[in-house]
């Protein structure tokens, strides 16, 4: 071999070296992309696009039928804010049953966890019970819910001791709204409960000993060392229930419809009604239903921001 030929051949060698692990990278991206890009063209079709035709619908009189609109500007939401009664009304309805169901599902759900997660036996079992009702249709629980308020709490009612259970658990505006709290916990503790569970798991045993030997008493453990650690679960768990309850549609309709009257009218089934009951108002609809969007992502974002800062203390 010639000096030539060497001097070529030592130049050319780092150049092959270099390729293939280029080529490595890109081919890594590539089923990446291609990984996520089924997950990306359903996101794109069934949730961005109509997000963003509902906020132009929002400005227009369209009424869902008529191929012919048009734009009104900010009318519509100027009459929500200040002239639909009904729409103010769910509001602060859901706003109130948001605020139940974010405390007492997320307090519930971590106490079970803490109380089954501490047994050294029947562990599994318990989280399977607990889980199951997750397992049903929330419609499904909410009409054997109904069955449940309408026909067997009369009948235990009689008994004296379970008088407490004579109450018109749908048809009176006070206790409805505790009728649809009770089956939206039940249905929904069992999922959260899980997640507290899976990362209570990750709390080192090491640290808890430790607490223990220096005399910390059971709730300045949970406050000082578990609750620190499981900080993640409680951000994923608060912007569950957050999303959840504002769009609380199902378990409404088929236990009340937002009765009696409208007093348990949720904002999800006002924007149902507008559109589809209310002379198909369907600008009017979407202009509630991005109103909806815009205050779940400020306070969605708010709560992730506030967690999430715990969460990096941590």
């Not at 991206?29 to 109509?50: C, D, E, G, Q």
């Amino acid at each position: 071999m010639s000096m030539k030929e060497s001097v070529a051949e030592s130049r050319n060698t780092p150049s092959i070296d270099l390729a293939i692990p280029k080529r490595k990278t890109l081919n890594k991206y590539l089923r990446l992309i291609l990984f996520v890009l089924p997950a990306f063209i359903f996101y794109f079709v069934f949730l961005f696009i109509p997000t963003i035709g509902a906020g132009v619908y929002s400005f227009t009189n369209w009424n869902g039928l008529n191929p012919a609109y048009d734009f009104v500007g900010f009318s519509n939401y100027v009459e929500a804010f200040t002239e639909d009664m009904a729409f103010r009304h769910s509001f602060f309805f859901t706003l109130k049953y948001t605020a139940f169901v974010f405390v007492i599902q997320n307090v519930v759900a971590l106490s079970l966890a803490l109380l089954i997660e501490s047994r050294t036996r029947s562990k599994g079992f318990f989280r399977t019970i607990f889980f199951m009702p997750n397992m049903i249709s929330l419609i499904i629980s909410a009409l054997m819910f109904s069955f449940i308020f309408t026909n067997v709490l009369p009948e235990l009612s009689q008994h004296a001791l379970l008088s407490v259970l004579d109450q018109p658990w749908i048809g009176n505006a006070k206790v409805s709204f505790y009728s649809i709290l009770i089956v939206s916990l039940w249905q929904g503790i069992g999922y959260m409960m899980v997640i507290y569970m899976a990362a209570l798991q990750g709390v080192p045993k090491q640290l808890k000993e430790a607490s223990m030997i220096d005399g910390a008493n059971i709730f300045q453990r949970l406050r000082h060392v578990i609750l620190p650690m499981i900080m993640h679960a409680i951000t994923i768990c608060s912007f569950l229930t957050l999303n959840g309850a504002f769009k609380v549609f199902d378990v409404v309709y088929a236990l009340t419809q937002g009765g009696p009257g409208t007093s348990t009218q949720v904002i999800t089934l006002n924007i149902y009604e507008e559109a589809f009951s209310n002379n198909f108002r369907f600008g009017y609809a979407n202009s509630k239903a991005m109103i909806l969007f815009i205050v779940v992502m400020i306070i969605t974002l708010i709560q992730v921001r506030v967690t999430k800062g715990k969460e990096l203390e941590a």
